[in-house]
């Protein structure tokens, strides 16, 4: 299409009208008293739409066919999923200085265009087209009028030099014959058609986005304070698709088909085909099916309530995958044909091409029978005769764990088997399993080395031989998917579920129990749907951990930049005058600044967040970043800051970056990984609280270190080195299990019951202190420890005053703290006041508390003030009797001590080290009474004589806990010969106190740990056949890595710590 020389049909310039007049409705400020209205036909913008249309029949009936189509695609271009351009506004602004002949130097006529997202700017390019063609000497605009139809074909024709259109898109173009152009040659005979209104709103529909030209802005809106303070972000109720077909067909029958029909150009062209009379069409095969929205489920009372009325509800597992329509259709000659479409509606047919072998094999129509072969099943006639539609859920099953792996591992399983332009060759696997297991395999699109592959997770059937089952209740076509998909282990699964009888008193514990079971198992949520509804009957209940307040992962990162981001911003109805959303990084040279602090801070910023914040919190964070010491994204700039970064490859660059940076808090629904990282990022992250530098430092921030672990125990990976450990332990004592992972069935048991307890508080059948969603605040200020708080792996803090990290003797007790140590005066050397586990709750009753409640995540700035440190004059207070939830270590007082100086063990005579022993034995709590008990690892060593095995002056690594934050004070020597004569090894007794000896060894030092142990064994070689071997105490050889960071809030039992000994004697 060479020129424009049909001036016949609906005038494009009739279009623009309607986007004109709905701009010109007048948006309410927050102060305005909102019209009750709950029908989205009596919103203004609808009015204004029913309005057009009915002047729309009146100038052009009878419409031409395909009129409907071509409107809602142009009115609701991010429907139209088929046509695809590859243009954003950068792009498309070198392409329109061209064709309109301006300058985007500075200064220049087009300068505009490039600068669109200024602070000065609109943040609209549509809008800044029609500026600069109004301001043009010249007008670009036609002679004559340029219709839709012809707007459409231009559209189409620009789509088709797009390789992510759909085949329909390229296929339609070359039917006609014409001959291809480049994409420069379309949009000139494009823009040169259109006058500046005109080229405005196409503008926007090539980005796929009218809303800045429908609802804009308003004036007294231009000051970002103005904006979020005096309007919402529903100042303007906008048009929805739906709302926009009822305007279109009263009658109600275009948006019904549009259930069964989910795609424009279909519905549409089925709405112009009904006669009157006519039944309502079916689903087809071939045809998205609309898929229903759920409804966040924020508890379990509140989640059954969403349900109320039916007799009986499953509980769906979600799994944490990609959504897939399958639609399979059979030829004459019994070959299938599969169409598989997205969750958005996109033909995702050649995207997921690894998939396909799965689905002929599970419905029974595969020819090759590989994967039945291969999994030794037998293979099954075809389920279905002519076509079948099922739903399912698209994830990376690992064939190491031979479970389903994280959702990030998809993206690179989806690339290398994809058909097409999405295809991409992943790099070379490691050639080495030291390779395999090294940060750069972990890669988000890295190569998977065969270990895993894609499965599918089969959960629903909407079509069956030509029948719809939409209509179908859920329990019969749950009975339908079992008759017709055949599960291959590790392939083709079917969706677990759970069964609650809504008519018995305990549903709502019945329900707990399920979703703890599931948050145990590391799945990502799950969907109540009642047994007797219709597929989108109702909006089915989505239960996740983040749904429910304070119960999402929460941490505390570095706020370092900030930027203007379009779509958050049209959601905000904000101009560039606004930051709406905000880069976070993480320490990632914590080491090298303990050992030269004047060393410039290193982040590497991982992910960006925009939501979380009110509008009014938004406007602080916007005041205090405007009047701090910012300054502009650019070279010289960076190179001016007081530290260094580096941005995460997938991520855009922040419009400005804080020369101090700042702290906040933020909550989000697990981790996972963005495409080209190393590092986790928090998946749908909101932010809470930004704080002032007064409040809290950025060095309270989480360093990238403690916040890879935090990720990886939240997704259920072991802790670094376990497989080491284990190695090491298999070569010492082969006829023993290897240490128990955090996926183990104890463990497993543990957060369950945890969690049930969690989720019973948040529905108020457990009295707390506080509100699940409320938090207490410190009246203190100063520095203050950081938040970290994950739902899998719980960090519950103790109450207490502020701590300072920065020194050496407060970082100490901050870890005690962490630890749930009692805390030992130097003069006493007895249990201080308070004195408590890690599982005391700061907001429960106090004394004669029956139990503790466990409301949401608690940091220690979130606590009341308390005197945790008498001061030594005071007589020692017994710590409060203190209930404990399931799952969690027990609050143990260590039994008092007199530490006396340890020297030299080497001579005749040694001097041991002594513990006073109590009258009142039985107010001591021995870690013996209960080896199945979950404990700490303080607590383990309470009864331990310890010594750290390691060559003279070897410096402490970064990754280790201060001895003497762990090891109870007076139970470590500096020898392995007072080990053994502490232990009944020689020939003085044996320490009274002591039950055992405990050997820290950095398995790292092979050497040193060989003669360790040869040292060890000969010395228990010569005990063998003496009478008093009975009364020698064993020694237990444990690796050096258990006093990492990362590992001390472990909860174990005293059996788990003995089973991760890499060597016992005795």
Known sequence: ?????????????????????????????????????????????????RRWVERLRELYAPLPPGTAAMIFRLLFPEEDVKRKYSLQEAGLAQYLVKILGVSSETHGRGERLKKWKEEDAKGCLGDEVRDVMLGTAHSQGSTFAVTIAQVDALLTELAAKCGFSAAGVHASFSATNSPRRSRQAILTTLYHSLSPAESAVVTQIILKDLRPLLYPIPRSANHYTAALLQYNSNAIAQLSKESAMYAWDPSGRMAVIYKTRADLDEAAQTYERLKPGDPMPD???GTPIQIPKCSKGQGIVQALKLLQGADKVWVETKYDGERAQIHVRLDETGNPHIKIYSKSGRDSTRDRAGIH?????????????????????????????????????????????????????????????????????????????????????????????????????????????????????????????????RVIPGYSMLAERVCIDMKRAEAS????????????????????????????????????????KGYGDTVDLVLLGAAWEKDRARELRVLPTAYTTFYFGLLANADERKSNPSCRPHFEVVFTSAYGLSRQELEEVNFMIKNSDMVPYCEQAIEGLPYRFKLCPNLRPPAVLLQQPLLAELFGAGFSKAQSSMFYDLRFPRMTKVHRPSER????????????????????????????????????HPHQPASPGVRCPKKRKQMEMLWIEKLEVADGKKRGGASPSKRARLNTVGPRRKTVDVGNAENIAEAGVPIDENTPEAGTEGLRARLGMARLTSVTNVTAAAASSPVRHPLGSGPGSSRVSEPSPVSIRDLPPTDRTPSRAEPPRASPPVATPPGMPLPQTPPPTMAKPAPSLQGPQPTLILKREDDDCSRILDVRTNSASPTTLHHFLQDSVVWLARPPRTARPSWRAPSCAVIPKGNQVSTLDAVTIACGWGSTPACKWSNRGVVFVDVSEILFLQDTLHELASRRAALLGHKDIARCKPILILDMKMLAYDTLDETLTADEVESRAICRFG
Not at 26 to 39: D, F, G, L, N, V
């Open 1 to 49: 299409m060479s020129a424009l020389t049909d001036d016949s049909g609906i005038p494009f310039a009739f279009f623009t009208e309607l986007v004109d007049a709905i701009a010109k409705v007048r948006p309410h400020k927050a102060s305005e008293k909102q019209p009750r209205t709950t029908r989205y036909a009596d919103t203004p913008v609808c009015k204004t739409f």
């Open 509 to 548: 514990d019945t329900l707990r129990k399920a979703f703890a079971t599931l948050i145990a198992d590391y799945q990502e949520g799950a969907v109540l749907k009642a047994d007797g509804a219709q597929y989108g009957e109702r909006r089915w209940p989505w239960l996740k951990r983040d749904y429910i």
């Open 283 to 285: 689903p087809v095969c």
């Open 697 to 732: 430092p950025w060095s309270d921030g989480l360093t990238l270190q403690e916040y890879q672990q935090i990720a990886r125990a939240a997704v259920g990976r072991d802790r670094p080195g376990k497989a080491e450990d284990d190695c090491v332990k298999a070569m010492f």
């Open 357 to 485: 072998d799965i689905v002929c094999e599970a419905l029974g129509v595969s020819q090759g029978h590989n994967l039945s072969n291969k999994q030794g099943v037998a293979p099954a006639e075809a389920s279905f005769r002519q076509d079948i539609v099922v739903e399912a859920e698209l994830v990376a099953f690992s064939e190491a764990t031979d479970r389903i792996d994280e959702f990030w591992r998809i993206r690179s399983l989806i690339a290398s088997t994809a058909v097409g332009v999405r295809h991409k060759t992943p790099p070379a696997p490691p050639s080495t399993a030291e390779g395999m297991d090294s940060q750069c395999s972990m890669l988000s699109n890295g190569s998977d080395g065969g270990t895993r592959h894609l499965a599918l997770v089969f959960f629903d059937i909407l079509l069956l031989d030509g029948t719809s089952l939409l209509s179908f209740p859920y329990s019969e076509r749950r009975a339908t998917l079992e008759g017709v998909v």
